[in-house]
């Protein structure tokens, strides 16, 4: 596999800006779109690709995502992570500051861009993390897609669980505040209440839906008070939805994970700890509304809070066993297989995935197949069925909830820049992404 000056996809069911469906054909040149039609007949392309049979779907975006550089490589890297984004469709993943350092500088932040311009197949932004300290950081520190707030289940600088210290927050500024929203002196109570249990099951009863639905309603009262852009990340229970689809103010936006639509609290029977994760998993109930929230637009889009741990550290006793499972390898082929069972289209899953991200955080040219986007672009199977195995996974960790898990639409080519990135199998390493811009 070379670094093609131009590509030509042929006879690709392709999906347009609109949600409609063409059969036909996309030129690149250099790293854009430049045509897209049923035939194409002035062309010298330097690659082609027959895509008779797939399916041509702009790259996933991925707002949320653990890559663990620097500092706690031995979970996961920029690199591996990468490799991981590129095999599962991923062209760009916006990352968070919990790794060590935490991103909470600009010099932080400029040590993660440099690094991920040596090791990243994909295209990549990191949030700068909030401390009670950091106000002039979060300021002014760029290119960030913005702010992340821990409103709870973290421990350490990166919490912020004050009220006033998050007011102080939200009054300054005008940039995206992205929240983990869980109450933390509601998480510590439980937490005494429930000592001593040691089935990980008891994980979705101490951060219960009452955790999570106290912080969001604090995020929301904040970001009405200073009419403050604000995006909810990994939304997890029926209560918040209902709240936000009683009252959603135009400036706030909101995410859900597959995980959160299609595990629930009964996966702790089957896989342990590896069903932990902030938010925990809720009931069948909460996915179902969850479902309906994302169809009717109460939430914006798809995340998959890519957070892995090493299965020796999954394995320890609860709860000393981390929170958090991998998710950039299986998030698209999930959610096409959802689609296929009649959960929603394959054009939504496009627009959850692409396009509604990239307008949330404002990043130019990216999630459609249109002149003068850029050619991040991924070709899946919609008529074959492989299972989630374990041995073919390129995450560091290597483990994945969904292991078994027989699904379609997994990405046979996926492009990055005009590059193939990925082919039927293999990784070209050789492919380097470039860092996000936004325009906020
Ligand atoms: O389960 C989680 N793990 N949720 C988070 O928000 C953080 C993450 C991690 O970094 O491990």
């Not at 002035?42 to 399916?55: M, V």
């Not at 690094?115 to 009670?132: D, E, M, P, Q, W």
């Not at 080519?413 to 005009?418: A, H, K, L, P, S």
Request: glycine residues 6%.
């Amino acid at each position: 596999m070379s670094s093609p000056i131009s590509l030509l996809i042929r006879n690709a069911r392709i999906i347009l800006p609109n949600g409609e469906w063409i059969m036909g054909n996309v030129q690149t040149r250099d790293r854009q779109i430049v045509e897209v039609a049923p035939e194409i007949s002035q062309i010298t392309p330097t690659t082609e690709i027959d895509a008779q049979g797939l399916t041509l779907l702009p790259g996933v975006i991925d707002p949320q995502v653990h890559f663990r550089e620097p500092g706690l490589e031995h979970k996961e890297d920029l690199f591996t992570a990468s490799c991981a984004c590129a095999k599962g469709g991923v062209t760009s993943f916006l990352e968070m500051p919990n790794t060590r350092p935490l991103t909470t500088t600009q010099q932080t932040l400029d040590d993660k861009l440099q690094r991920a311009s040596h090791k990243c197949l994909v295209n990549y932004g990191f949030f700068i993390g909030a401390t009670t300290e950091n106000l002039p950081d979060l300021l002014s520190a760029k290119p960030t897609p913005g702010i992340k707030i821990f409103m709870g289940s973290m421990h350490g600088q990166l919490l912020v669980d004050q009220d006033a210290a998050l007011e102080a927050i939200f009054a300054k500024g005008k940039r995206l505040i992205a929240v983990h929203a869980e109450d933390q002196a509601r998480i510590n109570q439980r937490r005494q209440e429930f000592a001593g249990i040691h089935d990980p099951a008891i994980h979705s009863q101490i951060q219960d839906n009452q955790a999570a639905m106290l912080a969001t309603q604090l995020a929301l009262k904040l970001s009405q008070k200073y009419q403050r852009r604000l995006h909810i990340l990994h939304m997890s229970t029926a209560q918040e939805a209902d709240l936000l689809r009683q009252h959603k103010p135009s400036w706030v936006t909101a995410e859900v994970t597959p995980q959160h639509l299609l595990l629930n609290t009964d996966a702790y029977e089957k896989i342990g700890t590896l069903a932990q994760m902030n938010p925990p998993l809720r009931s069948p109930h909460d996915n179902e509304v969850l479902w309906q929230a994302l169809r009717d637009g109460v939430i914006d889009f798809i995340a998959t809070d890519h957070a892995p741990h090493t299965l020796a550290e999954k394995a320890q006793e609860y709860p000393n066993s981390p929170s958090g499972m991998p998710g950039v390898e299986t998030s698209l082929p999930l959610m096409l297989t959802a689609a296929i069972q009649s959960k929603c289209t394959i054009a939504q899953v496009a627009h959850w995935m692409s396009k509604a991200v990239a307008v949330a955080y404002g990043i130019p040219n990216k999630g459609a197949i249109a002149p003068g986007y850029d050619a991040d672009l991924v070709l899946v199977d919609l008529d074959t069925y492989r299972p989630v195995r374990r041995e073919e996974l390129l995450t560091k960790c290597r483990w994945s909830p969904f292991e078994g898990w027989n699904l379609t639409g997994w990405p046979v080519t996926t492009i990055v820049g005009g590059q193939i990135v990925y082919h039927n199998g293999q990784v070209n390493t050789e492919v380097r992404g470039q860092a996000l811009t936004f325009l906020q």
